[in-house]
């Protein structure tokens, strides 16, 4: 079995920062492209960043210079590091982790973590 965790979500100011973890345990052989994703309420689910096991990392709309995706193989530990955020970066907050667990590679979400930007 492979369990997927992500925490570090809260309520930040404007302008403050967070650094969400995204964990994953189990059984795992291989943690390849680990990706963020956020749904704010009342829109679709939308890419934030990614990173390979090469680390070779990915954003979108804009947030590369704000936002830091990383990774610690050792720990099958993502993190994203959110700077200088907005009340539009608001949402939940998902990892998805793509792994070989036993025979099979699949995609593994987490329950999502709240990210609240707000004075």
């Known amino acids: 079995q492979v369990q997927v965790v992500e925490s570090g979500g809260g309520l930040v100011q404007p302008g403050g920062s967070l650094r969400l973890s995204c964990v994953a345990s189990?059984?795992?052989?291989?943690?390849?492209?680990v990706a963020w994703y956020r749904q704010a309420p009342g829109r679709e689910r939308e890419s934030v960043a990614y990173i390979t096991d090469s680390n070779s990392a990915g954003y979108s709309n804009n947030l590369e210079g704000r936002f830091t995706i990383s990774r610690d193989n050792a720990k099958n530990t993502v993190y994203l590091q959110m700077n200088n955020v907005t009340p539009e970066d608001t949402a939940v907050y998902s990892c998805?982790?793509?792994?070989?667990?036993?025979?099979?590679?699949?995609?593994?979400w987490g329950q999502g973590t709240q990210v609240t930007v707000s004075s």
């Open positions: 998805r982790c793509t792994i070989l667990s036993t025979t099979e590679w699949s995609h593994y």
């Open positions: 189990g059984t795992i052989r291989a943690l390849a492209t």
